[in-house]
């Protein structure tokens, strides 16, 4: 079992910049493609980012395309979501998840197994 714990998330004036961090205990991080996803009030939970296993495959949903970046730092057990750019429809409960049987590049929130709590994001205009 695997438990994860999201931090980061505040308020932020548009155009700014937030560092989202997940933090995994109870097992290490390497054996699972880690995702982001978030959710706004009434609306659907959206895939964010993905970074595998091996941390050589990202993939971000267009509407953060060149904004957002994944990575994962092995030795801390920690994934992050750098988020530059921000805008005030970013505003969204911001969640990480953990796959750990699906062989390729899962992007959808029903091919993870495990999430954290969520952290909120909130972009002022």
């Known amino acids: 079992q695997v438990q994860l714990v999201e931090s980061g998330g505040g308020l932020v004036q548009a155009g700014g910049s937030l560092r989202l961090s997940c933090t995994a205990s109870?097992?290490?991080?390497?054996?699972?493609?880690m995702g982001w996803f978030r959710q706004a009030p009434g609306k659907e939970r959206e895939f964010v980012a993905v970074?595998?296993?091996?941390?050589?495959?990202?993939s971000y949903a267009d509407s953060v395309k060149g904004r957002f970046t994944i990575s994962r730092d092995y030795r801390k057990n920690t994934v992050f979501l750098q988020m530059n750019s921000l805008k005030p429809e970013d505003t969204a409960a911001y969640y990480c998840?953990?796959?750990?049987?699906?062989?390729?590049?899962?992007?959808?929130?029903?091919?993870?197994?495990?999430w954290g709590q969520g952290t909120q994001v909130t972009v002022s205009s």
């Open positions: 109870g097992r290490t991080l390497s054996v699972y493609n």
């Open positions: 998840a953990a796959d750990d049987n699906y062989s390729g590049t899962p992007l959808h929130s029903y091919e993870y197994e495990y």
């Open positions: 970074i595998t296993r091996s941390g050589g495959r990202t």
